[in-house]
């Protein structure tokens, strides 16, 4: 039966100060994201689901209607937080190598320009979401969704998301979240998000 948990971070909860300081880092992982498996584990107690959150989630049609939501909702929030935790490290590269910088600057004009679209899409996703950088066949977007829905149940592939729950910034940044977004990148891991493209292509 599956059985989902929260791994550990592969970094110390203050590793990303000054962009996100260690209090939120607490906070989000270990009560927000465990509270999300908590429930997922208890949504789909007794059913015969897969044990890849992704599967899980490409097949949510599959589980009984009384119990979709709450799998959507926390099931989302799992895969979405573990995505957003491998997505940081500390003093990572400033910017993508390779072919996902050529990828980026063939889609969105310049590494700039992804910037500036990735964070009016954060800023304007209305209440809680996500933004993405995403595969679509092989065309790389910028989406938002909202609350703790995942691209994958649109049928893309999510190649790199910021969390724009109050919760993941509110501490440092307040009501200001574009400075969350435009802060965000001095903690983004572009190998992971080159190693993800690769596998999605």
């Known amino acids: 039966m599956a059985n989902y948990k929260v791994d550990d971070l592969a970094y110390a909860y203050d590793a990303l100060v000054p962009t996100i300081d260690e209090e939120t880092m607490h906070l989000h992982h270990d009560k927000h994201h465990h509270a999300y498996v908590n429930n997922l584990n208890n949504a789909i107690e007794g059913l015969d689901v897969s044990d890849d959150i992704v599967e899980l989630l490409q097949n949510v049609d599959q589980v ?10 926390n099931g989302g929030g799992h895969y979405n937080h573990t995505l957003f935790w491998e997505s940081m490290i500390p003093g990572g590269a400033s910017e993508p190598q ?29 209440g809680s979401g996500w933004a ?14 909202p609350n703790q829905n995942n691209p994958v149940m649109d049928g893309l ?27 965000w990148w001095d903690v983004v891991n572009w190998d992971v998000v080159a190693k993800r493209y690769e596998a999605a292509k």
């Open 157 to 183: 592939t999510p190649l790199l998301g910021n969390d724009v729950w109050e919760h993941a910034y509110y501490l440092t940044y307040k009501n200001a979240r574009p400075n969350y977004l435009k802060a």
């Open 98 to 126: 390779g072919e996902l910088a050529s990828a980026i600057n063939n889609a969105f004009g310049s590494f700039d320009n992804f910037k500036s679209e990735f964070e009016a899409k954060g800023a304007g996703q209305f």
């Open 132 to 145: 993405w950088l995403v595969l679509d066949n092989d065309e790389l977007k910028v989406v938002s969704t």
């Open 64 to 73: 009984p209607e009384d119990k979709r939501q709450a799998v959507i909702n």
